[in-house]
């Protein structure tokens, strides 16, 4: 059997998807299905042209030049299996509604943004339009998996229905990710980096994206070093930082401890994990929450918000601390208690410590890709066997 990957555009720019994507195709060819990848490809878009019309050369690209494309491919093809890598590609459900295909649902965050149900992230008129066509088309599909419980809910809810086929797989770490020794981790780091690590560092991993709550970090971590006797320095692994960030570390009396790092190569993600003293990850939301997973298969010890989906990530392992208030004045009050939490653990016994990674490791194996690449070929032959019976 053929399975055709429906994948975002490259010149996107995302990291995350297409790592995901490219995973899936990898596993997939190793089980033995041919496989081949349907995504937007630059042809206006490659024209040099000033940036307005790039933009709008993109959207030509995406709307126009590939729906015809796969409708073209799609009058050719027998025995192919459709598998949407995101839901919100769903625009591109109904070509292939009639045939075998399956939706994988990462988070639901632009649908519900749009919904104007996360003051944090409003959205415009155009983006408003552009997820109602996203929801109108991935509403067509009968059959979905969903990386976490709270993005199936999310899903049903949007759905307003229980589709024929709902499952939960979730994410496998998509690299390997093993407990290396604190020292030499913090070693390797600070020769990286220029940075003295050697008694250990406060870590966060993510982009600027507003769920992610870089701001937060900064926040928590002003307010323990106000607290603390110890000097730790934070380190802020992904992207460079916007320019709100950039004001919000500026205006702390530490900004000469808060390094922001955007040319660390995924080949030390691992060494970062393992050498930190914690993973401190306020997140406002998330689909699934990588870094949690990521760090606990590292040795790393986990703070993280006290909601869904990063309290099914995290389990019994990780620590976790309320979710950042919408109230400014409230907002001083969080990073207290939050910054608490973190005097706690960075101060807790060293036997502590050992439980609370193992504890961590163990969580960890739920997160494993061979067990969710098996289980979303089972869920792609069920469907076809549905499919096939219903015909």
Request: glycine fraction near 6%.
């Amino acid at each position: 059997m053929k399975i055709v990957l429906f994948a975002h555009p490259d010149f996107l720019g995302q990291q995350s998807m297409p790592r995901f994507t490219n995973m899936l195709a990898e596993s997939m060819r190793v089980k033995g299905y041919t496989v081949e990848i349907y995504s937007p490809q630059k042809v206006f878009s490659k024209i040099a042209a000033p940036s307005i019309f790039k933009k709008w050369f993109g959207y030509v690209d995406q709307f126009i030049i590939f729906p015809l494309f796969v409708r073209k491919q799609v009058k050719r093809n027998n025995n192919t299996f459709y598998l949407f890598t995101d839901h919100a590609l769903g625009m591109w459900v109904p070509i292939v509604k009639r045939l075998p295909n399956l939706i994988i649902c990462h988070d639901f965050l632009a649908q519900r943004s749009a919904k104007g149900e996360i003051p944090q992230n409003p959205t415009g008129l155009t983006g408003k339009i552009y997820q109602r066509l996203i929801r109108k088309g991935y509403s067509k599909g009968e059959n979905f998996i969903a990386v976490s419980k709270r993005t199936q809910e999310d899903l049903h809810r949007f759905l307003g229905r229980v589709p024929k086929m709902s499952k939960v797989v979730y994410n496998g770490l998509n690299k390997d990710f093993d407990l290396i020794e604190s020292f030499s981790s913090r070693d390797i780091l600070s020769k990286l980096t220029g940075i003295d690590l050697k008694d250990g560092y406060i870590l966060h991993v993510g982009g600027n994206q507003w769920y992610k709550n870089r701001m937060g970090v900064v926040k928590i971590y002003t307010v323990w070093r106000l607290l603390s006797d110890k000097i730790l320095p934070l380190l802020l692994i992904g992207i460079a930082p916007s320019e709100a960030l950039k004001q919000e570390i500026e205006t702390s009396p530490y900004k000469n401890d808060i390094f922001t790092l955007d040319n660390i190569n995924d080949e030390y993600i691992n060494v970062a994990y393992s050498g930190a003293s914690v993973l401190l990850f306020p997140s406002i939301a998330e689909g699934f929450g990588w870094p949690i997973a990521e760090a606990m298969a590292s040795g790393c010890p986990v703070i993280t918000t006290n909601e869904a989906p990063m309290t099914e990530v995290g389990g019994d392992a990780a620590i976790y601390i309320d979710i950042m208030p919408l109230i400014k004045e409230e907002i001083d009050i969080w990073a207290e208690k939050a910054a608490n939490t973190l005097n706690q653990l960075i101060n807790s016994p060293e036997t502590n410590r050992v439980e609370i990674i193992r504890n961590g490791k163990n969580n960890a194996k739920r997160f494993d890709t061979n067990i969710a690449m098996d289980e979303i070929e089972r869920y792609i032959r069920e469907t076809q066997t549905l499919i096939n019976f219903n015909i």
